[in-house]
């Protein structure tokens, strides 16, 4: 079983074909990425038009470049999968629009794709991990702690009220004056830090449920650059690590008390599974091998390129899918709001 995947929710634009392994994992063929990171840059967030633009500008190359290097022609693969959201509604419409386009031309089956489950199912490729796992899922626009049931089936233990993890990051290089995104720049700059040397808030922390809330932290930044004057390197050095330790302090404290809600809802977990751009950071994957180890857990952490967006966990999703006999039809339509577990989010609005 042979998957085009198509990936163009933010500012990756990505095409990868994937095939079933007997053994039940994936194996990568191909897995093209485009990032617009460098585009967006100047503006310090990525700027939808922009993103548009970039994904019909370079999805056609991609997707070519994919089949071909996978050594394939577009009739022999067995399906066509695209992420129809959760994002940023331009960049869907182009990729949703190519997959159907490629599945109307090949006459294969088509499959709407939730980039999010595709985040959760990444480490069934890598690792062949087994249902029931507790996915947490790191990046500049989600932080999510899910129990990853099936596919299809997700129950939502925890969400941030406010900023992302990777968000609080960039928001905090950009105060610092790094580059964009700040994430692995406020890493860099921690390594000669000295995390003790500014007191911030944790917040969240010791709290029942497994919800976050970055922009406490973030504030408590600001302020205490507005009250140190100008910054020697030295003090950005300090901040960055002091920001990171609060960092892997919350995170481990949150995915604790998911841990314990896995444990009462669904039962004892097969893994802990680690996804998103930020799981490319070390002291939160030191952080969290140090959670696993004594809960007694595996620690998952797929590579950071496939970690972060791409369209092998797309075309990885498609397969899981296709298999389950579960394909969609042309009249799929965008969503840019896709939570995996609805009956969370109406929770958390308020509405159930
Ligand atoms: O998953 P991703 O590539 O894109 C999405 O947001 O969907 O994640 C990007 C985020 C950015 O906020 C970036 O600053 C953060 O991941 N990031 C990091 C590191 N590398 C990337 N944050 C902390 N430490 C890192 N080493
Ligand atoms: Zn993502």
């Given at each position: 079983m ?6 163009t929710?933010c500012?990756?634009?990505?095409a ?7 053994s039940?994992g994936g194996?990568?063929?191909s897995?093209?990425i485009?990032?617009q990171?460098?585009?967006h840059a ?5 700027v939808?038009?922009l993103?548009a633009?970039?994904?019909v ?6 997707m070519d ?7 394939l022609?577009?009739g ?6 695209a992420?129809a959201g ?9 990729g949703?629009?190519m997959?159907?386009?490629?599945a109307?031309a090949?006459g294969k089956p088509?499959?709407?794709v939730n ?5 959760a199912l990444?480490?069934r490729m890598?690792?062949?991990?087994r249902f029931?796992y ?10 999510q ?11 939502r ?5 406010d ?8 928001k905090?290089?950009k105060?610092l ?18 995390p003790q040397?500014f ?11 497994a ?5 406490g ?8 650059v ?11 050095a300090?901040?960055c690590?002091s ?5 892997v302090d919350?995170i ?15 039962g004892?977990p097969?893994?802990?599974v680690v996804?998103?751009g930020?799981?490319?950071?070390e002291?939160i994957?030191r952080?969290?091998?140090?959670l696993?180890q004594?809960?007694g857990?595996k ?6 390129a496939l ?5 092998a ?21 965008p969503?840019?709001?896709w939570p995996?577990?609805?009956d969370?989010e ?5 509405k159930?």
């Amino acid at each position: 079983m042979r998957v085009l995947g198509l990936e163009t929710t933010c500012d990756e634009t990505a095409a990868a074909v994937v095939e079933l392994k007997a053994s039940g994992g994936g194996l990568i063929l191909s897995n093209e990425i485009y990032s617009q990171t460098a585009e967006h840059a100047p503006f310090g967030g990525v700027v939808p038009e922009l993103a548009a633009r970039a994904h019909v500008e370079h999805l056609d190359v991609l997707m070519d470049r994919a089949v071909t290097g996978a050594g394939l022609r577009y009739g022999d693969l067995d399906a066509i999968a695209a992420a129809a959201g959760p994002g940023l509604i331009g960049g869907v419409m182009i990729g949703l629009t190519m997959g159907k386009t490629v599945a109307l031309a090949t006459g294969k089956p088509f499959i709407a794709v939730n980039h999010l489950e595709a985040h959760a199912l990444t480490a069934r490729m890598t690792d062949n991990v087994r249902f029931h796992y507790l996915l947490l899922l790191v990046s500049g626009g989600h932080t999510q702690l899910i129990a990853v049931k099936g596919v299809g089936d997700h129950l939502r233990l925890g969400t941030t009220i406010d900023d992302a993890v990777g968000e609080a990051f960039d928001k905090v290089g950009k105060l610092l004056g790094l580059p964009y995104p700040g994430g692995p720049h406020v890493e860099r700059k921690a390594l000669t830090g000295d995390p003790q040397r500014f007191a911030l808030p944790r917040p969240m922390l010791g709290r029942p449920n497994a919800d976050f809330s970055l922009s406490g932290l973030k504030t408590a930044v600001r302020l205490t650059v507005e009250r140190a004057g100008p910054l020697t390197q030295t003090d950005v050095a300090d901040l960055c690590a002091s920001f990171q330790a609060a960092v892997v302090d919350v995170i481990a404290d949150r995915t604790r008390a998911a841990l314990k809600a896995f444990r009462e809802k669904v039962g004892a977990p097969e893994a802990l599974v680690v996804a998103g751009g930020v799981a490319a950071n070390e002291s939160i994957r030191r952080g969290l091998q140090r959670l696993a180890q004594a809960a007694g857990l595996k620690l998952v952490t797929p590579s950071p390129a496939l970690c972060t967006d791409n369209g092998a966990m797309i075309a990885w999703t498609g397969i899981e899918r296709l298999r389950l006999g579960l394909v969609d039809d042309f009249a799929f339509a965008p969503r840019p709001r896709w939570p995996l577990d609805p009956d969370a989010e109406r929770a958390l609005n308020g509405k159930a």
